[in-house]
């Protein structure tokens, strides 16, 4: 118990030597806690967020991803007859339902957006108009995108749609809750050294997680196994959400690893 | 040894292909057989096995049949007789098979499935190799123990009518014949008259034993437009209507007492859901096989037809027609076929089929596994095992018994024969897919050598310097080098001593075989040397080698590639191969427009050091630019363009680029569908090509052929645009005279032609183009370095051109928006992606390369042999002729990355004016991208030698790797030419 609680001492005192973090003063301010309950909570924790953003981020990140569980689990046992596979666009819906709910709930409760200059009702609501039309639009990027990638065009349509609804509730709509509807902010963000801040550290992570793991769910596609999760869209789905969840677990991880060389320029 | 990076990958890259090459022929061996040239006589015959008593005679059994008629229809498939259709397809063959005496079969082919080896297998009875198919152009005589040569022997007279790749296997056989070339796939009509034209004097006649037909019709129709198309049922019916005279004249024939006739009607292969064949999907492999004789039991319903071996019905033939059967023969005896005749008869066949399968399994055992062996040995074994009971039964029989006792004891003899025929004949089919292990892993061990020695280079080749230091001399002088040697030798030795087998090595003289030991062990030297210097320093000796960082794009193209040398190891993977290359490229095209979107909206948004030293860049690139153009063009540099700021335009431009590229590819992906498992989906090909949508694919083609000149002439000489459109026109016109288009001034039904004149008209050109690139090419070694350097460029891509024409006029009216497609790419990729965003050489041969690995499958390809176009090969031709087939149809089939190719080598040229190197990086990558699946899918195949699908799905993959492999290393050798030849001209 001691050792552990030793060696954070040191890692605080190298974290505070390297650069000016608020790592000292977490330190300081978790002194009230009991040293025993908290080692505890260290070793439970595996990997350990002091930094309060860091900490902020670690919890948003379990509740969407619970959300997500959640949103495959309790279907199942209100509706007869659910299944991932089976059911396979009710689930798409479920989750693309919650993780959009959770989202949005989590980052207006934590209130990370940029603060609006303006407070009048017409300019929130020519923001709220700008965000659908910004969601709407994504869509049918996604869309076009899933067909040049060889989706049937007309066939399948409502599938192809639908897991471009997925995709947008996956990475458009956290953009919109972290960046708000601007552009330009997205292009910072997204191009090189772009970050600003842990947040957009941790939005560039999910949402490239999400898009590669939609990508890597397309190759087993074209394998004859005949098996459920080959259908269109299924295994694209899946490879999104199941990287959409690694993104949500390995954007903290990466944060706090990597906490040397990320120096965010001022806001 | 210093030597250019371009001379080394060149050296490396043919020496890559004499390795392959060695893989190949042990991989296909010349199928193993007793005896090329021996022959079962019926002297040979064992005698018919009795216990006790003196020897039996070893005559045969009096044949069953007289005369027999074989109607081989081409691609009968087996649902069209057998099918819910058959009853309105072939209303009499169906009513012979429900009511007639007729057996009806599922006769089950094995792959390849194309036509020479299915006849081979038919008439001896043994399972060609896959090698035969890359010989099916070129079909020597068979001089094989056959059925034909033996019925000539007994002195049966024969007739043939139909398609003459039997004329050229059985050159002397026949009494009178007469072939129709199969190669004008276009033309279903004749082909089929030609043979039934014969037909009425010949079954009118009594001077002939043997009588067969090929018709070629259905074939060809499956070719042009598919198994579903409106012209399969005339086509059927008038092959009823054929069967149905045969089946007439034959019965109007028959006498009471003489043995019965024989009708056979079979196909040689199936037909694929497009049409196709040469796979090994149900619907190819599954033939139709109808015998029809009044010595058959009448039957009284649609019964299921039994599924048969193809070469089964070679013995049963044989044997039916009291012949011997062939010494190679694998297949046995029908059962069902001999079924009236007498129980000593058919144990006597059985017998004789036992004896020649037991033969033919002695023969073959050279190096068999341990499994294999008793596999083998339980065949012979059983097979013993009933001759004695058959020498049993006749000694009760010729006593005179004719108890029950006897029956029941014969009919266990004839159940214990047909236990030992099918053990024989599965081991036998089994030992015929062997390998010549050592030749293979000789040559891979020489590949595997030499991709090493390629990676090892990479930081010297990819250098600034692009000089590679390879180390030979101190190699060969090198004591290890004569210790490998001398081990090889004894190696090779001590192999071909113990084994003694078909070997190709062990079978080369020796000095060859010493160059290759010694060509081995010096590479082997130079690797070890060459990695113990890149091992310690590191960097040392590389230079430059550690800064290297990664953008997204480097580590797409990275995995892209690692990845998709990994998937070959996936049997579907590899069908599907055109999926994971347009995956890929449609990947690359979005992150190329990452870039683009990178490149020009973050410089806008910050003006910062970063955005004024890209500014500077832009400034010096446009200058630049203007030099390349204005000199290409052979217009003045235009300063002020029309409409607007030119900068914001070409923004817009580039920013278009990827997705247009992206909405090209996808379009192009609906044109031809290939793979296997959406194979038979309907594509716009299909849809163009049937005959209402004629004026659709005429205007498209049209339209496709203009394109294709704006796009090529800019940088031409203006005797070569002339010439390019005029053979542009010729093109059209040709496919007009095929009949494939239509001239807007005749609508009409007009005759189709070969279009041989306006073929030809288009070659003139074509050689005309061709040979002024090449004139300019050799003008720019001798000009002034000064005025060299537009010379060479313009002969390139004159050359360049020539051969855009040339593809123009092979490929197929619907595949003409692949090559304008291709074409347009290119420009707009070339002016407005890879000059502008700076990619270096390396990157750009990768995109080059994916590009044409996707065309390749755009315009029709798969990784089956069905799919090669081969009436490519007579465009322009009267008749066949072997060396500009072959290459008219390797040209055809590798249109794609060839164009893609040769666009690189004028992209590098104009590259190298700036990074001098561009040529021989390009060189090296692209051998690097061709030897690491080569490599990779060599070791593959020799793993999965036993996979199900080896010779149905992973041989022709092989192939096609292979043929690939030779058209880089040809490349490779231009790109090192272009480059020696450039670095010679700045030396001075």
């Known amino acids: ?267 | 040894m210093k030597i250019r990076t371009s001379v080394f990958t060149s050296f490396i890259m043919m020496a890559q292909v004499l390795g392959i090459a060695l893989f190949l022929r042990g991989f296909f061996p010349v199928p193993v057989k007793s005896s090329v040239s021996a022959k079962n006589k019926l002297s040979d015959l064992p005698a018919e096995p009795l216990t006790g008593g003196p020897h039996n005679s070893s005559r045969l059994p009096d044949p069953l049949f007289k005369r027999v008629v074989i109607m081989l229809v081409d691609a009968l498939r087996e649902d069209f007789v057998f099918g819910p259709n058959g009853r309105g397809n072939m209303p009499y063959t169906s009513h012979l098979v429900e009511r007639g005496s007729t057996h009806s079969f599922v006769a089950k082919a094995r792959p390849p499935t194309v036509t020479m080896p299915r006849i081979k297998a038919l008439t001896t009875g043994s399972i060609p190799g896959f090698i035969d198919v890359v010989m099916n152009l070129n079909s020597p005589a068979l001089l094989e123990d056959n059925l034909l040569w033996q019925a000539q022997a007994a002195g049966k007279r024969m007739i043939f009518y139909g398609d003459d790749t039997w004329l050229r296997l059985f050159p002397k056989l026949f009494m009178e014949r007469d072939g129709t070339t199969s190669f004008f796939v276009s033309d279903y009509t004749e082909v089929d008259n030609n043979v039934t034209r014969h037909l009425d004097s010949t079954l009118k006649r009594d001077d002939w034993d043997v009588l067969i037909l090929h018709y070629l019709g259905l074939d060809h129709i499956g070719h042009v437009s598919g198994p579903r198309s409106p012209l399969v049922r005339p086509k059927l019916l008038e092959m009823d209507d054929v069967l149905k005279k045969i089946h007439g004249a034959l019965v109007s024939k028959e006498t009471e007492g003489a043995p019965p006739y024989l009708l056979v009607l079979c196909g040689d292969h199936g037909m694929s859901e497009t049409g196709s064949h040469g796979g090994s999907s149900e619907p190819e492999v599954n033939t139709a096989l109808v015998l029809v004789s009044p010595a058959f039991r009448r039957k009284v319903g649609m019964e299921t037809p039994s599924v048969v071996e193809q070469v089964d019905l070679h013995p049963t033939l044989a044997l039916a027609l009291g012949l011997p059967i062939s010494l190679n023969s694998v297949g046995r005896l029908i059962p069902a076929v001999v079924q009236e005749a007498p129980l000593r008869d058919r144990l006597r066949f059985l017998h004789l089929n036992g004896h020649q399968l037991s033969c033919l399994l002695g023969a073959n055992w050279s190096v068999p596994s341990y499994r294999e062996q008793t596999q083998i040995e339980v065949g012979v074994e059983q097979f013993r095992v009933a001759e004695k009971a058959h020498g049993g039964w006749m000694k009760l029989y010729l006593e005179g018994n004719t108890s029950e006792v006897l029956g029941n004891m014969g009919k266990k003899v004839l159940r214990q024969y047909l236990e030992a025929l099918a053990s024989m004949s599965s081991a036998l089919s089994r030992q015929l897919g062997k390998y010549d292990m050592y030749s293979m892993v000789a040559g891979m061990v020489i590949v595997f050598q030499l991709l090493l020695v390629l990676l090892l280079a990479m930081p010297e080749a990819l250098s600034g310097a692009a000089l590679v230091d390879v180390p030979v001399l101190q190699a060969l002088l090198s004591l290890p080098f004569y210790l490998l040697c001398l081990l090889l030798a004894s190696v090779h030795v001590l192999v071909c001593t113990s084994a003694g087998s078909a070997c190709y090595l062990c079978s080369l003289s020796w000095g060859l075989v010493f160059t290759a030991v010694a060509f081995a062990s010096a590479t082997f030297c130079v690797l070890v040397s060459m990695a113990t210097r890149r091992l310690p320093g590191g960097g040392g000796g590389g230079g430059g080698g550690s800064g290297w960082s990664l953008s997204e794009l480097d580590i797409l193209l990275l995995a892209g590639t690692v990845g998709h040398t990994l998937s070959l190891a996936a049997s579907s993977f590899v069908e599907e191969e055109h999926q994971t290359w347009y995956f890929l490229l449609n990947t690359l095209c979005l992150a190329v427009f990452q870039d683009v979107c990178r490149k020009y909206f973050r410089e806008q948004r910050r003006p910062g050091a970063i955005g004024e030293n890209r500014e500077h860049h832009e400034e010096e690139e446009e200058e630049e630019e203007r030099f390349f153009l204005s000199p290409k063009g052979r217009r003045p540099s235009d300063p002020s363009q029309p409409g607007g700021d030119p900068r914001s335009r070409e923004k817009w431009l580039a920013l278009a680029t990827p997705p247009l590229t992206l909405a090209c590819c996808r379009l192009l992906r609906t044109l031809n569908q290939t793979g296997v498992q959406w194979a038979h989906l309907p594509d716009m090909g299909h849809w163009l090509n049937s005959s209402e949508h004629r004026a659709v694919l005429s205007l498209l083609a049209a339209l496709s052929l203009v394109l294709v000149y704006f796009l090529i002439q800019r940088r031409c000489s203006w005797v070569s645009r002339i010439a390019l459109a005029l053979g542009l026109v010729g093109v059209y016109s040709y496919r007009a005279a095929v009949g494939n288009v239509w001239f807007p001034w005749q609508h009409g039904s007009q005759s189709v032609s070969k279009g041989t004149v306006e073929a030809r008209f288009v070659y003139v050109f074509v050689l005309g183009i061709l040979f002024s690139g090449s004139k300019d090419l050799l003008r720019s070694q001798i000009a002034a370095a000064a005025a060299a350097a537009p010379l060479k460029r313009r002969g390139l891509w004159e050359i360049y051109s020539g051969l855009v024409l040339l593809v123009a006029l092979l490929f197929r009216a619907h595949n003409l928006p692949v090559l304008c497609c291709c074409l347009l790419v290119q420009s707009l990729m070339a002016r407005f992606i890879w000059r502008k965003l700076h990619y270096d050489a390396a990157q750009t041969t990768i995109m080059h390369y994916w590009f044409g690995q996707a065309f390749f499958y755009f315009q029709g390809n798969s990784n089956n042999i069905g799919t090669v176009d081969v009436s490519v090969g007579f465009v322009g031709l009267e008749s066949y002729v072997e060396g500009p087939a072959i290459f008219l149809t390797a040209l055809g089939t590798y249109a794609g990355p060839l164009l893609w190719a040769c666009h690189l080598v004028c992209y590098l040229n104009s590259e190298s004016l700036r990074t001098p190197v561009a040529l021989g990086h390009g060189c090296y990558v692209l051998a690097l991208l061709r030897s690491v699946p080569v490599a990779a899918y060599v070791v593959l195949v020799t793993a999965l030698r036993y996979h199900l699908f080896i010779w149905s799905v992973f041989s022709p993959k092989l192939l096609y790797e292979a043929a690939h492999a030779l058209l880089a290393t040809v490349l490779c050798l231009f790109l090192g030419a272009m480059e020696t030849a450039q670095a010679d001209a700045a030396r001075p």
């Open chain 1, 1 to 267: 118990m001691s050792s552990g609680n030793a060696w954070f001492r040191n890692y605080c005192l190298r974290k505070s030597l390297n650069e000016n973090s608020q790592c000292t003063s977490a330190y300081r301010k978790s002194g009230s806690f009991s040293n025993l309950t908290f080692v505890a909570f260290c070793y439970a924790y595996f990997i350990i967020m002091w930094d309060h953003e860091i900490k902020a981020m670690a919890s948003s990140h379990a509740i969407i991803a619970s959300s997500v569980f959640m949103a495959t689990v309790l279907p199942a046992v209100f509706i007869q007859g659910f299944s991932v596979y089976g059911t396979h666009l009710l689930w798409l819906y479920s989750v693309t339902g919650a993780v959009s709910v959770v989202n949005i709930a989590v980052f207006w409760l934590l209130g990370i957006s940029q603060p609006t200059k303006k407070n009048t009702l017409g300019y929130k609501l020519s923001r709220l108009v700008r965000s659908c039309m910004y969601l709407l639009l994504s869509c049918l990027f996604y869309h076009t995108v899933v067909v040049l990638y060889g989706a049937p065009l007309i066939e399948s349509a409502l599938e192809t749609f639908s897991l471009a609804v997925l995709l947008t509730s996956l990475t458009t709509l956290r953009c919109l809750c972290v960046l708000g509807p601007n552009v330009q902010a997205w292009i910072r963000v997204f191009s090189r050294h772009g970050a600003m801040s842990v947040w957009d550290t941790s939005l560039q992570i999910t949402v490239a997680c999400s898009l590669i793991g939609a990508w890597l769910g397309a190759f087993p596609i074209p394998l004859d196994w005949d098996r459920p999760w080959q259908v269109w869209p299924v295994s694209c789905s899946l490879g999104s959400v199941v990287g959409y969840l690694t993104g949500l677990v390995v954007a903290p991880a990466w944060i706090h690893f990597h906490r040397k060389q990320l120096t965010y320029k001022s806001k």
